[in-house]
């Protein structure tokens, strides 16, 4: 993979702007705004928790059958069928466009399959859709670290802590690329 960073490199890059310079909207969901709210002081077994509720706020699509496709694609996941899980969330996306969660899961997909740049835009719609998407956020991060884009990946990463504080993994990345930047300035 890592004979393609560089076009990767350019795709992320060409993409950033746009990423970052999403201006607040509107939530969604209303009824999220005391959950987000919470998640700011919580402790971590009580942010765990609200992680979860805020995610199943965000798997409903108002539709069982997109909510069956969304589950479908992810039971693929699961079974590690990535083609077949980037079929049925497409399906979703299809019926649903404004369905931010159909978005982030084949972002999740095209993650997966090590296809970068499908995985950027679909974060870009994602975000577009639900700009406190931590998630999402976090995903975008991870492929700015994988194609060697630290400072960025570093912002992003810290755009998606500034949302949720307690994000699992994201903190020990922040401090993995700050120490990894203090080493190369000395």
Do not use: C
């Amino acid at each position: 993979m890592k004979p393609r960073a560089p076009f990767h490199n350019r795709i992320v890059a060409a993409l950033f702007p746009i990423l970052i310079g999403f201006a607040p909207v509107p939530s969604f969901a209303a009824g999220l705004d005391d959950l987000f709210t919470q998640l700011q002081s919580a402790e971590p077994a009580a942010a765990a928790r609200l992680e979860r509720q805020i995610w199943r706020e965000w798997s409903k699509s108002g539709s069982a059958a997109m909510d069956l496709l969304l589950q479908r694609g992810r039971d693929a996941m699961d079974a590690g069928e990535t083609q077949a899980a980037i079929e049925h969330f497409t399906a979703v996306i299809d019926h649903a466009p404004d369905f931010a969660e159909g978005w982030n899961a084949r972002a999740t997909a095209y993650f997966q399959a090590g296809q970068f740049g499908p995985s950027v835009a679909d974060i870009q719609q994602v975000l577009r859709l639900n700009p406190r998407h931590f998630g999402a956020l976090s995903g975008f991060a991870r492929i700015l670290e994988e194609t060697e884009q630290d400072e960025r990946a570093l912002q992003v990463y810290k755009a998606a802590l500034a949302i949720h504080p307690h994000l699992s993994g994201v903190k020990e990345a922040v401090e993995r690329l700050q120490t990894k930047a203090a080493g190369q300035e000395m």
